[in-house]
């Protein structure tokens, strides 16, 4: 937890803005799979399962609401937040706001490996845009770490610049 403080901290040196693109495009594709979700469950529709059969078990599960809302609305309010965080890097170099959204994807993570352990070891079915979900959330977390690994800067490091300049 102290090393997820660090980096929450630390800041980022120039992210690349197709890096950016990146986190967003990915965040876009998790908040349209979770908004489906959202507007399917609000219209009291279970969407059709092509890929697996257990969409109706795990979508009509009790873990499927948290505190009164469908997971798949906290999901989609999830991607939105991090799709801002680098639409705001993106539109105004927000550095603060974008390592923060990247800091959110451990709770993404967290939440995807829950629910595919509550499909495959309680309710024993599968969601394909369950699945869908957790994947992407996976592959925001992965982009997050490659981000806070090669671009963090430590703020105590002088650079030769500074030295010249003090």
């Not at 890929?51 to 109706?56: D, K, L, N, R, V």
């Amino acid at each position: 937890m102290q090393n997820l403080k660090i980096l929450l901290i630390r800041p980022l040196s120039l992210v690349p803005n197709k890096v950016a693109v990146l986190v967003l495009l990915i965040a876009l594709i998790g908040f349209a799979d979770a908004g489906y979700l959202t507007i399917e469950h609000f219209q009291g529709v279970v969407p059709p399962c092509t890929i697996t059969t257990g969409c109706e078990q795990v979508l009509t599960s009790p873990f499927s609401i948290v505190l009164g809302l469908p997971v798949s609305l906290l999901g989609a309010i999830y991607y939105a937040l991090v799709a801002a965080g680098a639409f705001a890097y993106l539109e105004g170099k927000h550095e603060r706001l974008f390592r923060w959204s990247l800091g959110m994807t451990i709770f993404g993570l967290i939440a995807s490996l829950w629910f595919v352990f509550l499909q495959m070891f309680i309710i024993h079915s599968y969601c394909a845009y369950c699945l869908g979900s957790a994947l992407t959330s996976t592959i925001l977390f992965i982009v997050a770490c490659f981000v806070f690994k090669k671009y963090s800067t430590d703020s105590t490091t002088k650079t030769p610049a500074d030295t010249l300049s003090a």
